[in-house]
Every structure is written in structure tokens, then in C-alpha cells.
């Protein structure tokens, strides 16, 4: 017998739905409350990219006298460099009054959009960097926040009613 397929996907397309948060505070990230979410600064309309917002874990070798094969396991658990690219304002009204170095909270990701029941990435973050971008001339002005993160991310929580 035949091993089943995969359920087919709902296929997106990231920008259409996709939602970038910044909460200041969330008692616990593996279950945002409403309130909290609610409390944050959608910054959806303003990034015009993502970059990192993703776990990996390394792999260490595992060797031992029985084999020449040598296994690897899973080891430490990393988050990759994080930013979000933002239009900034010719009148200074934008996200750099809201974003400071130093800054700690949460960047809330919902990933197929503000739905209860979907499911959203919380990471823990601090601000590192609010980077102007000098290049371009046919371009936007933008700046690059960047962020560390400073916990394990809790990925796919289930969006709350309520938002």
C-alpha cells in the first residue's frame, strides 16, 4: 500500500497576508493574549522586507568505536540574524521614533495573517541597530532595524480570538 500524500496547501503569497508586530510586552510567548497583541504597533504597512526570522540547530558529530560511519545529533539551538527593512518619513514620523537601540520586547510574526486560530512566531528581541539606507537615488528612503534575539523563539502559537 501506498504511504499517503501530504494534504494539499492553501498556497499564498507572503506579502498579501503576512503581519509584523512589535509588542512591548508579553507575559508569556507561548500564549500572547489578545490584550497584549493588541497593545503592540503594526508595522505591516511600513516593511518593505524581512530578513533572518528563522531557527536552526547545529549538527554535531557523534562518533564512536563501532562504525566508521559518524552519526550527527542535533545540537545547539541558533536564530539567524534578524532585520525588517522600513520606509522611513520625510518628516521624521516613522519607526524611528518607536524603535531604539536598546529597546527590548517582541516582534510578533502572523504568518497567514491576523486570524484566530492561524499560527504566529514570537521572538524575543532587543533593538541593535536603526541603520539609514544611503544608496540609491531612484529608491525609497528606508532604514534597517536590526534585532537580536535574545530568547528561544516560540514558533507556530496559535493566534487568539479577539485581534
Known amino acids: 500500500m501506498a504511504a499517503p500524500a501530504l494534504a ?12 509584523y508586530y512589535w509588542v512591548p510586552a508579553i507575559a508569556n510567548t507561548s500564549a500572547p493574549s489578545a490584550a497584549e497583541l493588541n497593545a503592540g504597533t503594526d508595522l ?3 516593511v518593505n522586507d524581512a530578513k533572518g526570522w528563522t531557527v536552526t540547530s547545529n549538527l554535531v558529530e557523534a562518533p ?3 562504525s566508521r560511519f559518524v552519526p550527527k545529533i542535533a545540537g545547539k539551538i541558533q536564530a539567524d540574524d534578524s532585520s525588517l527593512m522600513l520606509y ?5 514620523a516613522d519607526v524611528r521614533s518607536l524603535l531604539v537601540r536598546d529597546l527590548a520586547g517582541f516582534i510578533v510574526i502572523f504568518l497567514e495573517g491576523i486570524v484566530a486560530g492561524m499560527k ?6 532587543v533593538v541593535s541597530a536603526a541603520s539609514k539606507q544611503q544608496d540609491g537615488v531612484d529608491t525609497p528612503a528606508m532604514i534597517e532595524i536590526q534585532f537580536g534575539i535574545t530568547a528561544v523563539p516560540v514558533l507556530d502559537v496559535t493566534v487568539p480570538a479577539g485581534l
Do not use: L, N
Open 8 to 19: 494539499a496547501t492553501s498556497r499564498y503569497v507572503a506579502p498579501s497576508k503576512r503581519k
Open 44 to 46: 505591516s504597512g511600513q
Open 64 to 66: 564512536d568505536f563501532s
Open 88 to 92: 522611513m518619513s520625510s518628516t521624521s
Open 120 to 125: 504566529m512566531d514570537v521572538f524575543t528581541v
